[in-house]
């Protein structure tokens, strides 16, 4: 009967009913689309990060990793190839191993000079660890030695395009000045602006030679079986290799080398949850409010109520069934409308390029991304908002039991 009376209190003003459903449902939607957003934003920079920078797992001489990006030449890892090949045969869960060779870099075109991060890589064993070889723009991946392969960005800063030749400034690791000239034969463009931006590519022979670094490299790529983000399973792996290894090497994960890329995400995702919960809040003055003003509405029918019989606690619970009802409707609004825009999001994407123009972020990410679908999530934000409407009743229930019987019938 509590219930039933509920339901033709909380429809007899039924357009107040719905703007207070709709706040409610709206404050949802903004939680449920933050969390897609950032969501999404994350797996791209993932993707980018095993795609073309780092792989799931990464072997390091011991003690370069906190200076890596110093490109140390003093300590790298000899014969790496064989090492590399070793590490796949050795151990089952890794798929392929490939080194790589680090090194700082003066690039010098015809009108301009920058610096940027040179990168030896083996033309035969990293396409199957990473995915440059799928982004080239213009002309071909790297094929042989001599030829280089330079990132978009880059190449329009320099003014130099495909068939230009860039002079490649470097140290070698006896710290003698190098200078060499190459022709560009490929122009890669990845959704990675640090790469874009910055990087020279030739084959890992050629950086060996210029930086008389025979057989050695900074590090090697794993990648390996199961999925990337399982980070507590890569540890283990990790730790099993590198205990195999000694104490000459470290192994580091996808996660370890881009940790505070992730942690300025996870700050700028509790600002944008911060921003969905003001709107909550709001939506949820507005519950009050509609239940307070029905509430004065009402106070000749509560009295009356209360002098048939009716208690404080009959009072109460009918108070908190009309606000779950309003809850249960704000929030099923709110998840449909969120499902509508990350269904957009995730399906057809946003492009922010156009407001942003040339300027590119300094981290793995582009401008184009999608969302994520978190059912979870939206399935959380249904029951938040439902709890949260018929716990904040309380308020106005409060209001409502304190009313006497000879008060609210003398108010007719």
């Known amino acids: 009967m509590l219930f039933k009376m509920a339901i033709r209190n909380v429809f007899r003003h039924t357009r107040r009913t719905l703007i207070t459903a709709a706040a409610i449902g709206l404050g949802l939607m903004f939680m449920i689309m933050i969390d897609s957003m950032f969501g999404g934003v994350e797996n791209q920079a993932v993707r980018n ?3 073309t920078d780092n792989s799931e797992l990464v072997v390091y ?3 370069v990793f906190e200076n890596r990006f110093l490109f140390p030449l003093d300590t790298l890892i000899e014969d790496a190839s064989a090492l590399s090949a070793q590490l796949e045969a050795d151990y089952a869960d890794v798929i392929s191993a490939t080194p790589r060779l680090r090194f700082a870099v003066f690039a010098i075109g015809p009108q301009a000079e920058l610096f940027a991060f040179g990168m030896g890589i083996d033309p035969e064993t990293d396409p199957k660890v990473f995915d440059l070889q799928n982004k080239i723009e213009e002309g071909r991946f790297l094929e042989a030695d001599g030829d280089l392969v330079i990132g978009s960005g880059l190449a329009k800063e320099l003014n130099l395009a495909l068939g230009d030749y860039l002079l490649i400034q470097t140290r070698s690791r006896r710290g003698v000045m190098d200078v060499r000239e190459y022709e560009i034969t ?11 931006a910055n990087a020279v590519f030739i084959t890992l022979a050629d950086a060996q030679t210029i930086l008389e670094a025979p057989g050695a490299a900074s590090e090697i790529n794993l990648h390996v079986k199961g999925k990337p ?10 730790s099993k290799i590198g205990k195999d290894l000694g104490a000459d090497f470290e192994l580091y ?7 505070g890329l992730f942690e300025i995400a996870g700050q700028k995702q509790s600002v944008g949850f911060f ?15 509609t239940m307070l003003l029905s509430i004065y509405e009402r106070i000749p029918e509560l009295g009356t109520m209360r002098a048939m019989g009716f208690s404080k606690g009959n009072i109460r619970w009918m108070m908190l069934a009309e606000g779950s009802i309003i809850g ?8 449909i409308l969120g499902l509508g825009v990350v269904t957009y999001m995730t399906e057809v994407g946003m492009d922010f390029s156009s407001l942003m123009g040339d300027f590119e972020l300094p981290m793995p990410l582009d401008l184009h991304y999608r969302g994520e679908y978190n059912f979870g999530y939206m399935a959380f934000t249904f029951f938040l908002g439902w709890i949260v409407s018929t716990v904040i009743t309380l308020i106005p229930a409060r209001k409502a039991t304190r009313i006497e019987p000879s008060e609210a ?4």
């Open 49 to 51: 990060i095993l795609e």
């Open 61 to 63: 001489p011991t003690g």
């Open 186 to 196: 490929g122009i890669v463009n990845t959704s990675n602006p640090l790469i874009n």
């Open 229 to 238: 983000r399982d980070t507590e399973r890569l540890n283990i792996l990790g």
């Open 253 to 259: 994960t996808w996660y370890d080398l881009n940790a």
């Open 275 to 289: 921003i969905a919960f003001i709107v909550i809040v709001i939506a949820l003055v507005g519950i009050v409010n």
């Open 328 to 335: 249960f409707f704000g929030g099923l609004f709110g998840v």
């Open 409 to 412: 019938l003398r108010s007719t």
